[in-house]
């Protein structure tokens, strides 16, 4: 009995989602040989990561070669990865005419890496002007990542133009964009102040996870900016980006709990963050973490501060 009449790409599925990988292999070459551009794939994909057993990038170019030609964009994408990474005799040039092909077919992260190609002058002569055009293309389809290239590379020279870019990448998703349109609305000289825009981004890259930003949404909720003033849903904030790793968040923690503004007052607690918050190369910070550690060691007896130390895990 023909193999693909066993189960032919589903089974090749089945047999890789479950860590078969040979007979995921020969399930996908079966069905790829009778034409299945989606087991062509899945086959290119086994061979060039060495799922069954070492890379074989000149089996993995076949594969992937056989659906390129019914215009296939997973394998246009993994071509153009290929052909930038010289891999299976490939080369920056085919690197291009695949990605071109699969950015023609609505791929946006063709569109990006295509991009990258123009702007760093990769496989052609540096083109900057069309690696934007990919990039603001890439953008208008809701890439969240062009969008925050585009503002990266605008951030310099028009601010304005930038911070649109950020916007819109935040309004795709991407939290590093919100928190850096919340900066821009509240502290660059070159746009318009808008606390409100500010407090609005800064919250959602907080709520997406962004460390910095938990931190500086927990002050803008302390100071009353954003909506009515609460210490103590300023210090669930700040808790969250001390464990996040985030040092103003460590030392804003640290100080409400010093101070007993949001929380209960504990001194330990506040020992214990304190230590752990890194210096910021900002002289007056810098200053405020020092003289709030003496502070603290004044509190506490020698024993208790080893203590302490002894139990924070090494970084």
Known sequence: MPIRAIGGYDQALSEYTAGNFTAALLFAKAAGTEGDVRAQVLAGHIYRNGDAGIPNYFEARKWYEKAALFNDSDALVALGEMGYKNEGGLTAGDAKTYWTRAAQSGRPDAMRALADLNIKGIGAARNQAEGIDWLSLAADSGDAKAAKRLGDLYIDSAPQTALSYYEKAAAAGDVGSAYIAAIMYAENLSVKPNQGAAS??????????????????????????AGDRSPETAVKWFKKAALAGDDQGKF???????????????FEAAYRWIIQTDKSGIPDYDKDIETLRTGLEGKLSPDVRVRIASEIPPR
């Open 252 to 266: 804003f923690y640290a100080y409400s709990l010093a101070k007993g503004d949001g929380a209960p007052q504990n």
């Open 200 to 225: 609005k981004l800064m919250e959602q890259a907080a709520r997406g996870g962004h460390p910095a930003a938990m931190a500086d949404y927990g002050l803008l909720i302390y100071q009353g900016l």
